[in-house]
């Protein structure tokens, strides 16, 4: 691993650097960093934790100082996500000349966005949403732009934003330089690449690699009934900060609700909630006010944390890469974190689509949970296929199922063909009616 003054960086950054007292950069930074500098067009994919973050905002500082009318978009999926970024750029503009970012996000006054906007900020951070608002109502020139980054692609294509990134970009310099960060590559964000980005430098950095060795996981089954208990228990068992991933916000709401009433308190997050709230919740907690945060996926990405010990999937996500978002929220720049999943009988489909992205069908040897779930897995899987496999050799199924279509069916015809007929002979005894008249 190289050091940070081994990749171009200015004395002012790597000041900064120590203050914040940065050993060395992480292998995205080490790989990103130097290109960035060079003006090469970048595609790489990292799992969120990476240190992807500062990989693109300490490129932009730079570049900066040399061209201070340039303008750089950075473009990321959530509100949170975009917060954090903000937070990073502001902490490398306190030093040396007066530059200013902004931070255009939803949830907040687009009068007041309009106003800032008018001091010309060199660097604009936002969600796709809320950049078109701007670019619509012309409040926001993007003509000078010299550099676009694309933070978590895939996530914003998860959620619809495809149409309005292409948007965006229309407005910008064609020969604007580009970086494209993704925690996963799915065909969709190559043709995006392909289209936007001019003969990229291509960086991969392993998920399992990364999580193998600061993560620890475990895998407890249960049933659905049980999951309260079961993460009363785990809360019981557990000192530092926990975040609790849930599928939806009622169901995060339900889990706080449960947890009060065993005297164990907790907060909520979830994208029902005004953005208000949500930076309060968030800032308290990352302020230590407590210690539970039960979340959906709105927090799984841009939510940085340093001090998350525990993370605990009470609800499985639905996609397997949503699984990598969700847990890179521990363990952060280099420290240790445990990951535990819940796992009832009817996650085994998505939990293996998980495992086959991980690489990594063994878990943790030490893991308590390991034997168990390898016992209770089988369990479900034995009981399920044998099942099937009766019905299918008796023949019972094929037939009863044949019988019910090819029955089904011809009481269609029956009825299709009687109304018809019925329908041609009200034709013919109104046709024969106006003839006598």
Known sequence: MQNFDQLGLS????KILKGLKFDGPTPIQEKVIPLALSGADILGTAQTG?????????????????????????LTPTRELSEQVFNVVKIFLEHGKPFKAIN???????????????????IIIGTPG???DHLERRSLNLKNCSLVVLDEMDRMLDMGFGYQ???????????????LLSATLPPQIQKISTKYLNNPSRISIKNNEVLETNIKQRVINTIPNEKINVLIEQIQEREGSILIFVKTKIGAD??????????????????GMRQNKRSKIMQNFRDERFRILV????????????HIEHIINYDMPQASEDFIHRIGRTARAGSVGEAVSFLTPKDSRIWKSIERLLNNKNQDKNNKGSDFKKKKSSGFKKKKSSGFKKKKDSGTTKKKDSDHTKKKGSDFKKKKDSSFTKKKRIRIRKKVKRQDS
């Open 11 to 14: 004395e002012e950054s790597l």
């Open 104 to 122: 255009l996000i939803g949830g907040k006054g687009i009068y007041s966005q309009i106003n800032q906007l008018k001091s010309n900020p060199q």
């Open 254 to 271: 339900k889990v706080v609700k449960k947890l009060k009433a065993s005297s164990i308190k907790s907060n909520a997050l979830h994208g």
């Open 130 to 132: 809320r950049i078109n």
């Open 165 to 179: 990134v292409d948007m965006i970009l229309k407005f910008t310099d064609k020969k604007r330089q580009m970086i």
């Open 295 to 306: 979340a959906t996926d709105i927090a799984s990405r841009g939510l940085d944390v340093p």
């Open 50 to 74: 990476s240190g992807k973050t500062i990989s693109y905002v300490l490129p932009i500082v730079e570049k900066l100082k040399t061209n201070v009318n340039s303008r750089f978009l950075i």
